[in-house]
């Protein structure tokens, strides 16, 4: 049983920056397939980033250019660096892990291809 548990939220200005980190613990978080979504108020979760075991990357549209995964190996903890903030994505962001697909197929966005979620760590982008 895999167990995740964000940290780094808080509240900060229109233009800021943020750095999110999930810790994992249960299982080889090297072999993980790993992600980060997010949750408005009144509106689904959406996909932000994922991040495969071979650190292949992809990213929502909308935050290409200015959001950052990453995994420290060492440490079992995945990270999404989040520049330019913008007031509409204040949300609760989730990290998110499943076992890695066979055959080299790639997790996308989409939640239900996730088992394991962290409880959320709030992030407030005032303008």
């Known amino acids: 049983q895999v167990q995740l548990v964000e940290s780094g939220g808080g509240s900060v200005q229109s233009g800021g920056s943020l750095r999110l980190s999930c810790t994992a613990s249960g299982a080889t978080f090297s072999s993980l397939s790993m992600a980060w979504f997010r949750q408005a108020p009144g509106k689904e979760r959406e996909g932000v980033a994922v991040?495969?075991?071979?650190?292949?990357?992809i990213y929502a549209d909308s935050v290409k250019g200015r959001f950052t995964i990453s995994q420290d190996n060492a440490k079992n903890t995945l990270y999404l660096q989040m520049n330019s903030l913008k007031p509409e994505e204040t949300a609760m962001y989730y990290c998110?892990?499943?076992?890695?697909?066979?055959?080299?197929?790639?997790?996308?966005?989409?939640?239900?291809?996730?088992?394991?979620w962290g409880q959320g760590t709030q992030v407030t982008v005032s303008s």
């Open positions: 991040i495969e075991s071979d650190g292949s990357t």
């Open positions: 998110a892990a499943d076992a890695p697909y066979s055959g080299g197929y790639s997790h996308s966005l989409l939640e239900q291809e996730y088992d394991y």
